[in-house]
């Protein structure tokens, strides 16, 4: 567990480095022992992260063991969705900037780098005013936690419309690596669209490729290089 | 009163951290024993404003104790705003790159972010030229300032054509937060215009969606960062 | 040799600054003592390697003394064109964000800056898929590599899709330094598509300017530089 | 003349630093005392610049005081620019990444933003091949320097074709920022003609607001704070 807390302090960290939240995403991590808990930050801007600020959430998003600490409004992102997809063991969600021209524009994502080919595994978009008219965008209860899970479904990654994306994975450097190559493949493929012109063709990753892609891909050489940066500050 | 110069010192490191003013820009926060007067540095760039650089002003932008120090030749839009808006307790203006293709081109800036919020409230365009022909496009005088609060009106920012933009605010986090989060908007709106094409929807945040942000969004998790690195420098 | 495992050093640090490689480029050299053996370090980022984390390979890419370490996976690239090309001594393959559009789309890239003139000796894009389908797109085998090879033929790159390129050279500053440039020149191309519109007239280096260009153009100048910033660290 | 080489290391820093330079451009200064020389770095990156790398030059651009030091090749651009212009007393040679598809496309560069005003003097743009054929692009001789410095004219700046600019000016200052706003100019007008569309309108800076805002702007209160971060590193 000691080890799984310190590897959620370097996704904060390293989120935060390549801009793809700001001082308002987070980052989550399922129990390791107790697959109905999470772990999660208190109310702090991910870049500010430690040990130390890591508590225990159950999966109505309940903190165990906040000590009056704030918490963050959105945790039910989080909770909703391990109750929902019991294969996840770890969530970002994140206001990675070049998503939301996709999200409020229908534009579909597709896999046009290696390093993100589980967009091929569908990205779906979910507009918070399906759910509910006149919120502030946030997802600030389990009725908005729940209707995002379920626009999830069993991707990924979902757009949120106006607001960034949640990227879930089955571990936590799949859920970061896949959250900084989701904003990549959105300014590549914002630039391919753009060179392509209307109706033009864009040569994608195609479905056996995305399947032989992500089969494996963990992150594992960026994951080390994040680590070593994120401990050295 | 040392906290709101401390604030200040913050405000103005942070803004030149993000990009959304080089060394021309200024923030002020009006004094919170003495409406009547306000807060700013001398002519100096805002990332090298310490707290022995603020000095006092009146609304007509006289500094109080100047004692032979320079002074901002656009302090009146700051005096002129908080002349006419008895509301405003903050002001930035900016050099916030990605708004000038918007004032330039009359192309309406909208909500697409649910930091950017605000701009729901409208941001309308000044144009100099509208004022007085043939200036340096500086608002150097108190008839260009009183003429630039006159179009700002009762919104929260108002684009200034081929110069950049001042954003207000009823504190001074949320005028900071404001206009990071203009230029943020700035950014993505240009690209979701791209995607859509000429005449393509885009899905911005309605008003409800906007009232119900606004009015609680002070950018507090940001600030708590920004003035944690602004003071560790 | 000590020198060219120092070199290595520095091509590694220095695409990693400038954002041509992630976690997982990496540039080679070949062996000047011996044609049949080059250099390249162990599976780890570039921005990490040092000269103890170089190995030296036969050309089938077998480690000469690996004692245990991990390899690149697409290690064959550089084997399989240190075969093909004896006149290439320097290979680095990398994740250069802004060819990928280009080699998705087909949009031949041509020379717009003379900093990038060895774009005018061709670069060819190479498909994956036209070698073997549904592949995870790396070039894990001497197969894919010697078909890469093929594709690259004599040029200085080849663009591969959905993927990144491949850059090579006489020495190791120039495969850095096409490299990094390769990358300027797809965002200025960019634009300048951008700009011209449809069928729009681009004024791109002729013929015999890259011929005059590509001669002597080692970045000598650049290399300097990156080496002592590479260095310092 | 001590003043003046070290605000020529200070021009160099703060190029490199914003990016308008890379290892190859140059900045240089008419000597105070004697009209007939002027002041600029042996063969070095400017970031790398320090005052005892900064040569005294005639107006045939040889060099007083080499030693054997190695003298850029383009430093011809200097010299006949000095010859030609005598109210000229700086002068940067730059990459500025975003001027080049301008001058690649004859897009025709117009005032935008209020810093980058000089633009409205006319900034011309010169092609190499229309001097001599088959050249490598640099300005390696007498020739081709005065040819440039004919194009250039009266005017600011000169933009020339797959290179990057020349820009000029009565003070060290001036030179610099203007080569800066040159750049941000670029960028802006670029986003501009995007979002207005084919035949779009524009609202650009009219010639009396330039001429307004030229005579005085020396980008002062930006030297102030390029000077400390230059000579703090």
Same mark, same amino acid.
């Given at each position: 567990m000691a080890? =799984?807390?310190?590897? %959620? !302090?370097?996704?904060?960290?390293? *989120?935060?480095?390549?801009?793809?939240?700001?001082a308002y995403g987070h980052a989550s991590a399922r129990s390791e022992t107790n697959p109905q808990r999470y772990f999660m930050a208190?109310? =702090?801007?991910?870049? %500010? !992260?430690?040990?130390?600020?890591? *508590?225990?959430y159950d999966l109505d998003s309940n903190a165990?063991?906040?000590?009056?600490?704030?918490l963050y409004k959105e945790r039910f992102i989080h909770g909703e969705i391990y109750k929902a997809r019991p294969d996840v063991k770890a969530i970002v969600h994140n206001h990675s900037p070049t998503v939301v021209p996709f999200a409020c524009t229908g534009h579909e994502?597709?896999?046009?780098?290696?390093?993100?080919?589980?967009?091929?595994?569908?990205?779906?978009?979910?507009?918070?005013?399906?759910?509910?008219?006149?919120?502030?965008?946030?997802?600030?209860?389990?009725?908005?936690g729940a209707h995002l899970a379920k626009q999830l479904a069993a991707h990924p990654a979902v757009l949120m419309r106006g607001h960034g994306s949640t990227v879930v994975a089955e571990n936590l450097p799949r859920a970061v690596g896949r959250t900084i190559y989701l904003e990549m493949n959105a300014r590549m493929q914002f630039q391919a669209v753009m060179l392509a012109g209307p109706g033009g063709y864009i040569n994608y990753m195609d479905?056996?490729?995305?399947?032989?892609?992500?089969?494996?891909?963990?992150?594992?050489?960026?994951?080390?290089?994040?680590?070593k940066r994120a401990l050295e500050r």
């Open positions: 080890d =799984l807390l310190l590897d %959620l !302090v370097v996704a904060s960290r390293t *989120l935060a480095e390549h801009g793809v939240i700001d208190r109310n =702090l801007a991910p870049e %500010l !992260v430690t040990r130390e600020d890591i *508590l225990e165990i063991d906040a000590n009056g600490r704030a994502m597709r896999p046009i780098f290696h390093m993100s080919a589980f967009i091929g595994l569908g990205v779906p978009t979910w507009d918070i005013r399906d759910a509910q008219e006149g919120t502030d965008m946030l997802v600030s209860s389990p009725y908005l479905d056996a490729e995305v399947a032989a892609n992500v089969s494996w891909q963990n992150y594992d050489r960026s994951w080390e290089l994040w680590k």
